[in-house]
């Protein structure tokens, strides 16, 4: 199973574009990458997944480079209301065996 | 994606007793749905796979027979915590695989359990 390392915590601003960085040196050919949002005594919410290159939805954008050893999650235009823990995982689809193992995440403040 | 329902939302219990948290796949039939543990300011401890129809799979470490997984149905599984102490206190989250092809997974609300 890849093991991710993330920022323990950051700061922003309403209004500022935050990025996330996640590392996972020892990704493997299967593995996807998948970024999850936890709000104080909820469940996890999913936010993007990818694979390769860029992704994006309505709520944010994944960036994987060529090596795939890394992503980064980037949330435009951040409100008070994104203040939350933010979780990288990588893992195996399911029907491969794989299954999800958090790491410790990045708590996101934003500030006004 | 998925939309998963956990009851009780909450429970408060006297140590020695056993606790029943429900999870509900509202629309959508889960053959595998997943339960894990968080305790105050810690990430996400993976505990069960269960699978519909057949027993759960643990993860190393949590004891299965302190911690009774039922799937009796592709919209239902339970987690039982039996003979309840007060180090079992946590927050209980289940979720289920939306795309087995990719492991997308959508999560419960959680149950926040506090034994006395």
């Known amino acids: 199973l890849a093991k991710t390392t993330q920022p323990i915590s950051m700061d922003s601003y309403e209004g500022q574009e935050v990025n996330i960085t996640c590392s996972h040196n020892?990704?493997?050919?299967?593995?996807?990458i998948t970024w999850y949002q936890q709000f104080p005594s909820q469940g996890p919410r999913f936010i993007i997944q990818?694979?390769?290159t860029k992704v994006t939805n309505e709520v944010a954008s994944l960036f994987i480079p060529a090596d795939r050893k890394s992503s980064t999650l980037s949330l435009p235009r951040v409100s008070l209301s994104d203040t939350a823990v933010y979780y990288c995982l990588v893992g195996a689809p399911y029907n491969q065996g794989g299954k999800l193992i958090f790491g410790q995440g990045t708590e996101l403040s934003v500030k006004p | 994606g998925a939309v998963v329902s956990q009851h009780p939302s909450w429970v408060i219990c006297k140590s020695g007793t056993s606790v029943k948290i429900e999870c509900r796949s509202l629309d959508f039939q889960a053959t595998t749905m997943f339960w894990y543990r968080q305790f105050p300011k810690q990430s996400l401890m993976l505990m069960a796979t269960?699978?519909?129809?057949?027993?759960?799979?643990?993860e190393q470490g949590v004891e299965k027979d302190k911690f009774l997984i039922n799937h009796a149905s592709l919209t239902l599984s339970t987690l039982t915590v039996t003979s309840a102490h007060p180090e079992d206190s946590s927050f209980y989250i289940c979720?289920?695989?939306?795309?087995?092809?990719?492991?997308?997974?959508?999560f419960g609300p959680g149950t926040r359990l506090t034994v006395l």
């Open positions: 269960s699978n519909e129809g057949s027993k759960a799979t643990y």
């Open positions: 020892n990704i493997a050919t299967n593995d996807y």
């Open positions: 990818g694979y390769k």
């Open positions: 979720s289920v695989t939306w795309d087995t092809y990719t492991d997308t997974q959508y």
